[in-house]
Nanobody, 125 residues
Framework: QVQLVESGGGLVQAGGSLRLSCTAS????????VTWFRQAPGQEREFVGG????????YYTDSVKGRFTVSRDNAKNTVYLQMNSLKPEDTAVYFC??????????????????WGQGTQVTVSS
């Protein structure tokens, strides 16, 4: 079993940056792929980006490609989402999710067994 906690959200002006963290408790975190999703008010939860269990493979939705970067530090049981050049349309609650032995590229919510509670990101114009 793995428990995930997101942190690092907040209010930022358009063009600014934030770094989100997803910290896990539980054994063998290094075997889990981790994916970031986000959900804006009235919208469905959507895929943002993910990273494979070994960190070799990374995936992003087109709207964040070139602006967001996913990375991981398994020694710290943490996955990061570095968000640069933020836009108002990035405003959402951001969630991390984990899947054992995956690549982090699945957009299907049902593929992920473990979820954090989310952290709010608000980008003002």
């Amino acid at each position: 079993q793995v428990q995930l906690v997101e942190s690092g959200g907040g209010l930022v002006q358009a063009g600014g940056s934030l770094r989100l963290s997803c910290t896990a408790s539980g054994r063998s975190f290094g075997v889990y792929a981790v994916t970031w999703f986000r959900q804006a008010p009235g919208q469905e939860r959507e895929f943002v980006g993910g990273i494979s269990w070994n960190g070799f493979n990374k995936y992003y939705t087109d709207s964040v490609k070139g602006r967001f970067t996913v990375s991981r530090d398994n020694a710290k049981n943490t996955v990061y989402l570095q968000m640069n050049s933020l836009k108002p349309e990035d405003t959402a609650v951001y969630f991390c999710a984990a899947r054992r032995d995956g690549s982090g590229d699945s957009i299907l919510l049902s593929d992920y067994a473990y979820w954090g509670q989310g952290t709010q990101v608000t980008v003002s114009s």
